[in-house]
């Protein structure tokens, strides 16, 4: 049972009978679910993971206090408190008087607000540019378990999908990204005698390709110790997980140098090849540089258009 499951168990074993029987007349403007920071949010916990913050329990949103006041949310907040301390033989963990709890009572804004930075989930075109990938998938992922008002669901659909110049401007500057450290950064780093700058630029373009295919796949890249998780499991890009697998993991002896280049432009054309077929590209070189600017030039509003390129990285 991963945690997503056992959280979905506990609501509806206890937290909803608690919701139904005690507060039937806040129910249509609650919510119910579990979402936010954590491999069992995002569906990549296992064993390991369960070494801390695993426990049964979900996040019960309000709205503000001019709809649901203090008191009201205090007598939510012990009602919670009073549900059992176990549930399939795994049990809560205390609650902090000082925060970090990452489920309970939240004011829906004040929780949308930590994630993301705006209460209701409108982004600034700014706050687009520059907001990890990973907290947009916090704020999105899990499960609403029962949303009364439709508020929650409202915000995640909000930022559930990257507006398209975004998503382009992103692309385009993690394109560069892979084009300067692994086409051109890496061997010139090895013929500088640098093989330390070398592994550098390696693992640069390997973060860059990282941004890229999620960005082309029309999805969030978790944190970075899931990513490879999410690649595979996720996006089900098996063949390219093992190739940067191969630019991470592989020793730095002269051949193996050599073959990291293979590799880099290997996993170079294959972006290529698929900038080119989903239209978004122009050019007709092996060059990821010249295909980022031109996945650039498709962004239409003007402004961010003309933002240096890497404005989104």
Known sequence: MNGLQ?????????????????????????????TGSGSDRCGFDDATSRDHDFEPGF???LPDESVIDEKTAFRLERAYAKLPKEYMGVKRQPLS???????????????????VGAPDGLLTVEQWLHIPSHALLEA?????????????????????????????????????LM???????????????????????????????????????????????????????????????????????AGLTEDAAED?????????SDFIDRLQAEGLTDAICGDLEKHAYSVNDRVKDGELRNMHILAGV
């Open 179 to 249: 084009a300067q450290a692994g086409q051109y950064n890496f061997t010139r780093c090895l013929n500088h005698g640098e093989p330390e700058a070398a592994m550098l630029a390696c693992h640069e373009f390997v973060r860059a390709a990282l941004q890229a295919v999620f960005l082309l796949d029309r999805a969030y890249m978790p944190f970075y110790k899931w990513s490879f998780r999410a690649l595979r499991q996720t996006l089900h890009e098996e063949e390219l997980a093992d190739k940067l697998s191969i630019l991470l993991t």
């Open 6 to 34: 056992l959280s979905r168990g506990y609501y509806e074993t206890y937290g909803r009978p608690m919701l139904e029987r005690d507060f039937p007349d806040l129910l249509p403007l609650l919510a119910a679910g579990y």
């Open 140 to 176: 999105t992922n899990g499960e609403v378990f029962f949303d009364g008002s439709g508020a929650v669901t409202t915000i995640r659909d909000r930022l559930k999908t990257m507006p398209e110049d975004i998503r382009l401007k992103r692309l385009a500057g993690n394109l560069l």
């Open 260 to 268: 990291r280049y293979v590799v880099i432009e290997d996993i170079a």
């Open 59 to 61: 996040l019960l949103f």
């Open 97 to 115: 008087p000082v925060g970090g709890n990452r489920n309970g009572v939240m004011r829906t804004a004040d929780w949308f607000a930590s994630a």
